[in-house]
Nanobody, 122 residues
Framework: QVQLVESGGGLVQAGGSLRLSCAPS????????MGWFRQGPGKEREFVAA????????QYADSVKDRFTISRDNSRNTVYLQMNSLKPEETADYYC???????????????WGQGTQVTVSS
């Protein structure tokens, strides 16, 4: 069992930036691909970004391309989501997830964090 812990959420003005972090509790990433998802008020959870186990491959939702960057530092056992030019409609709980595969995907994740809240004010 992998427990994921997100951090870095908070309140930011529209156009601002935040960096989210995610680390597993009690074990290393292993050969897991990692992803970020979000769920806004009254909305379904949606895919944001994913990264391969090595960090060499990434995948993004169209809505965040060129503004968000997913990265990982396996030596620190941490995955990051750098979010720039944030919009009020991106207010959501952001979730980190791990996938029992080396390759990124927008679905089929096996472990999830509890989420970190991001609020973008207009």
């Amino acid at each position: 069992q992998v427990q994921l812990v997100e951090s870095g959420g908070g309140l930011v003005q529209a156009g601002g930036s935040l960096r989210l972090s995610c680390a597993p509790s009690g074990r290393t990433f292993g050969n897991y691909a990692m992803g970020w998802f979000r769920q806004g008020p009254g909305k379904e959870r949606e895919f944001v970004a994913a990264i391969s186990w090595s960090g060499g491959q990434t995948q993004y939702a169209d809505s965040v391309k060129d503004r968000f960057t997913i990265s990982r530092d396996n030596s620190r056992n941490t995955v990051y989501l750098q979010m720039n030019s944030l919009k009020p409609e991106e207010t959501a709980d952001y979730y980190c997830a791990a996938r029992l595969s080396m390759w990124p995907s927008d679905r089929n994740y096996d472990y999830w964090g509890q989420g970190t809240q991001v609020t973008v004010s207009s």
